[in-house]
């Protein structure tokens, strides 16, 4: 009996650790990071590729300018740009819009004025992108590590702290 008990608190404590894990954004088995792919315009930056990529840590945040969820992000994406940029972060917004207005790009980079916005912004007007990730969520994060491989994800808001110790576990990797 009591070999019983001890068994299945082991497996509480295991269920216990994996869903937070899972909550926490780590994924069970990392995918191939997809292309950035049907860009309309890229905006502080020529065009970016996954292999140009590779050998740096990657943060795509899916993002759209009246976003209140998306605006209330930026400005920890970006610090974390600003403080891990020469330690090889890459951040990548990519900017999707919701509405019709949104897909102006004069509206977005206007809007990348407003709120300081100086990493590489691909502006995916026709989805391509975002259905390229499955991507159904305004704001989305996805980390590549070094090898290409997108290795955790958060949607919505909050997990900064989590997000953060992301970045820097992968950027602590070797290549």
Known sequence: MLSRLKTIAALTVLATATSTAASAGALSKSVAAPEFTGVDK????????????????????????????????????????????????????????????ERSTDNVKTAIKRFGITYPVAQDNRYATWS???????????????????????????QYAQTEAAIKNLLAQPQ
């Open 42 to 101: 890229w905006l502080n930056s020529e065009p970016l590729t996954m292999q140009q990529l590779r050998g740096k840590v990657v943060l795509v945040d899916f993002w759209t300018y009246t976003c209140i969820n998306c605006i209330n992000t930026l400005p920890y994406v970006k610090s974390w740009y600003q403080k891990y940029k020469d330690q090889g972060l890459v951040v990548v917004g990519v900017h999707t819009p919701e509405y019709p207005f």
């Open 132 to 158: 390229a990730y499955n991507n159904q969520y305004w704001p989305a994060f996805y980390l590549i590590d070094k090898k290409g491989q997108v290795v955790y994800t958060h949607f919505g808001e909050g």
